[in-house]
């Protein structure tokens, strides 16, 4: 039997090009196995043949994700790959990046593809739900044990295994729900963990919870006095009539709403379309809501340079977390684009 | 680089929880900048005390105040 074809991608840095200096390299491929490949390559045995390692630069995939990882597919499938393995990254984040993006573009292009990275990884929240991502220790310290754990993995998605629980395989959860048939029933099941909690014997929750992570905190870059400052709101403020269609509630976008000239909010320019709460009180004056009226007062006062002539706005009821994620980096981003220096978010 | 940004809300745990950077308590869920309860001039200098609260922890970045 013809051995199965395994394409391996690292960075600048475990590809032997260098150190940070090096992080500004493009893609790039070599023929057969290369640095902790060929650690790996000794544990995947005859049957799995490292063909190839991709390289590439951690800056350069930052920086251009997207076009990178196109780059590197065109320089990976003419190796026809049956299997990518991506790092293991541990805790680095650039790197993880890369893994990440790399992966899901294989697996996207219907190539499985793995990688192996700490749990504080950020790229771990970002690609758990497009590849197989193995745990590891945090740093190459930990490369053994992390070429065990990917090399026994890849095996099996090698042998045409579908992974269905990564979390009972080594990885992170996808954070997928798949219907399932369970011997005892819902109540059995309940009363069984309330047993356990009461006793103090472990039990697993049927419930994943979200977990969050705390906001990185940005730094003004500017003096307060001649700052851009941007007012936003998860209230439910749309332009009067609701020409944007937001729903309210439950949805999976945002409205912007133009406050070039306004000097407060008035019935006759906004509305307050929001599910979730009686909206009345913000309804009969809007800047109960969003506060425009002082916020003008004391931009005139020159306590701030200017205020950004956009609301942006979304309905925060039964929001789904990724909606809510894509959301705010979307608003993000425009903020950025426009150089507003500063947010001010109002919650109900 | 980011925008440097703060919560003005009223149930601090959820913005905690979250992991909201920087975090103003607002007047109510149902008005976060408002009191239906004070007259017009009371609501605006309401609304100034918040904004002004919000301004000064986005220059110092400052964690959390009641405002």
Excluded: W
């Excluded at chain 1, 590809?15 to 057969?32: D, H, K």
């Excluded at chain 1, 295994?161 to 997928?176: K, S």
């Excluded at chain 1, 909010?265 to 506060?291: C, I, K, M, W």
Aim: include cysteine; charge should be neutral; proline fraction near 6%.
């Amino acid at each position: 039997m013809e051995p199965i074809r395994v394409v391996h991608y690292l960075n600048q840095f475990f590809g032997q090009l260098g150190g940070e200096e090096a992080a500004g390299v493009g893609p790039r491929i070599e023929a057969g196995p290369l640095g902790p490949g060929r650690q790996l390559q000794a544990r995947l045995g005859p049957g799995l043949t490292i063909v190839a390692t991709a390289i590439c630069g951690d800056n350069t995939f930052a920086d251009h994700p997207e076009s990178t990882a196109r780059e590197l597919s065109a320089l990976i499938l003419p190796y026809r790959p049956d299997l990518v393995i991506a790092g293991p990254a541990f805790n680095s984040g650039r790197y993880g990046y890369s893994c990440g993006q790399l992966c899901a573009t294989m697996e996207a292009a219907g190539i499985p593809a793995l990688t192996g990275m700490y749990e504080e990884n950020p790229a771990v929240e970002q690609f758990r739900s497009r590849t197989l991502i193995v745990r590891t220790g945090a740093t190459a310290r930990h490369t053994a044990q992390a070429l065990d754990a990917i090399a026994e993995l890849a095996q099996r998605v090698a042998r045409g295994e579908r992974i269905a629980y990564p979390a009972q395989v080594g990885c992170f959860p996808a954070g997928m729900r798949r219907a399932a048939i369970r011997e005892a029933e819902a109540a059995e099941r309940a009363v069984d963990m309330l047993l356990r909690k009461l006793a103090g014997e472990p039990f697993v929750s049927e419930i994943s919870r979200p977990t969050f992570t705390p906001v990185t905190r940005a730094t003004m870059r500017v003096p307060l006095s001649q700052s851009t400052i941007a007012l936003l709101t998860d209230g439910g403020l749309v332009t009067r009539g609701n020409p944007e269609r937001m729903p309210n509630g439950y949805t999976d976008r945002f409205t912007a709403v133009s406050i070039d000239g306004l000097r407060h909010f008035t019935p006759e320019a906004v509305e307050v379309n929001h599910g979730g709460y009686d909206t009345q009180f913000v309804n009969s004056d809007v800047n109960r809501l969003v506060p425009l009226d002082a916020a003008r007062e004391l931009e005139r006062e020159g306590l701030f340079g200017r205020l950004y002539e956009t609301v942006y706005a979304t309905a925060g009821l039964g929001m789904a977390l990724n909606n809510a994620r894509e959301i705010g980096r979307q608003i993000g981003q425009r903020l950025v684009q426009a150089r507003v220096d500063g947010a001010i978010l109002t919650s109900t | 680089m980011g925008v440097p940004i703060v919560q003005v809300c009223s149930m601090r745990q959820v913005a905690e929880m979250v992991g909201s950077p920087r975090i103003v308590i607002g007047k109510s869920v149902l008005h976060p900048t408002g009191d239906p309860s004070l007259d017009e001039s009371g609501e605006l200098a309401l609304r100034r005390h918040i904004l002004e609260s919000a301004l000064a922890m986005l220059a110092a970045g400052e964690h959390s105040n009641a405002a």
